[in-house]
Nanobody, 123 residues
Framework: QVQLVESGGGLVQAGGSLKLSCAAS????????MGWFRQPLGKEREFVAA????????YYADSVKGRFTISRDNAKRTVYLQMNSLKPEDTAVYYCAANPERASRAKNEYTYWGQGTQVTVSS
């Protein structure tokens, strides 16, 4: 069982930066692939970034590649999403998720989800 709690969301101007954190409980955090997803108001939840258990593999949606960076600290049981050069279209609720099998772009492969944190980018 893994419980996830996101933090770090907020209101930022276009071009600004935010760093999201996702703190995990559970003894096997280091074994899980971790992902970040987002859901704009009225739209489907979409993949943002994912990282393997050992940080060797990272994956990004094309829309955020070069602007966002996913990382993790297994000792702190925390995964991060550094978001730079934010755009109004990045506005969404951001969720972190844990996948017992691997890092993946597919949201249906993730077993555990956090409650989400709102990111709003003003123009």
């Amino acid at each position: 069982q893994v419980q996830l709690v996101e933090s770090g969301g907020g209101l930022v101007q276009a071009g600004g930066s935010l760093k999201l954190s996702c703190a995990a409980s559970g003894r096997t955090f280091g074994d899980y692939g971790m992902g970040w997803f987002r859901q704009p108001l009225g739209k489907e939840r979409e993949f943002v970034a994912a990282i393997s258990w050992n940080s060797i593999a990272t994956y990004y949606a094309d829309s955020v590649k070069g602007r966002f960076t996913i990382s993790r600290d297994n000792a702190k049981r925390t995964v991060y999403l550094q978001m730079n050069s934010l755009k109004p279209e990045d506005t969404a609720v951001y969720y972190c998720a844990a996948n017992p099998e691997r890092a993946s772009r597919a949201k249906n492969e993730y077993t555990y989800w956090g409650q989400g944190t709102q990111v709003t980018v003003s123009s």
